[in-house]
């Protein structure tokens, strides 16, 4: 929503209960590519704002309310323009519960994930986000675990942004490669250990070198600040990652992928994480996301530079967490 539009229908704020599933109804039945857009608010600051699609014909969505919000202010949009006149009511029903079905992929950057989460989102049994805090958390990278959690949040601080149907959906779907940044994410894992219910993650990996070279490429093409060597060799070093995960979450519990199998074969990929994840096999349309777009690549004695620092983590990665694959980055 522009800053206008924002300011015009904040006037139409709706008191809700926090922490509560709620019938949204519009007064206007939805056209075709029509979206409702929610704001969730507390004393007039933002807290999440999530954008639903909605069927043709739809006057009515069931959502959940943030767990501090005391207002929602919404919006019915169609091909991305706000349509005017419309009269919104909203009923608070039952507190909600924890879904306490986590899937989360933790990266590493540049490995992939963009493109593994249009795959899995295609799937009926996962559940993806809708909302997103501008400037912190996405509906692919939620990244509540290391923007936006706080010492006295509870699960429905993480819970209550996923439209989780037990009678369709068996886990939640939070891809967020920035959970996987040590050291400024050490936190990271207790964090999601504390989570109820069942919890199970996905760390996508990637030949160590070629993502350092990818991740400088990407912030070329994007006018950022270049990474520090110490920095990529870190972010490359997957088993010290993996030290600090198996600490809090059981080792059965966290699924080791190949970004070269990933990319060469994305349904025997899929089916691995629906066996992981015990549901059904569920093959979707391959994205490819990501592309490099500028000409970089390190010189032959950077790249054995690199590849010396990391090879005692690639040996680890190996004989700790029998990553067969890494054998070949040796």
Known sequence: MSDSKEAKIAEDSIPVSAASHALVSF???APKRAELVVEHRCNGQLLARETRPLAVGTSALKIKTHPEASHIVCALKARKKSIDGVRFEVDCGER???TGKNFIVIGAMKSGTTTLFHLLAQHPALCH????TPGNSFTKEINYFNRLYQENDTDLHYDWRFPFDPARHAWTLDVSPNYAKLPRTKAVPARIAKLGGDTKLVYILREPVDRIESNIAHKIRNKARIPSWKFCIRMSSYARHMDRFTEHIPRDDILLLDFHKLKTD????QIQICDFL??????ARTHVHNT???DFQLDAAKRIELAEALRPDVRLLINRYGFEPAKEWL
């Open 96 to 98: 909600i519960g924890p």
């Open 278 to 283: 015990g549901i059904d096999h569920f093959v």
């Open 266 to 269: 994305p349904t025997a990929v």
């Open 27 to 29: 007064s206007i039945a």
């Open 292 to 294: 490099r777009g500028v």
């Open 129 to 132: 986000t809708f909302a997103q």
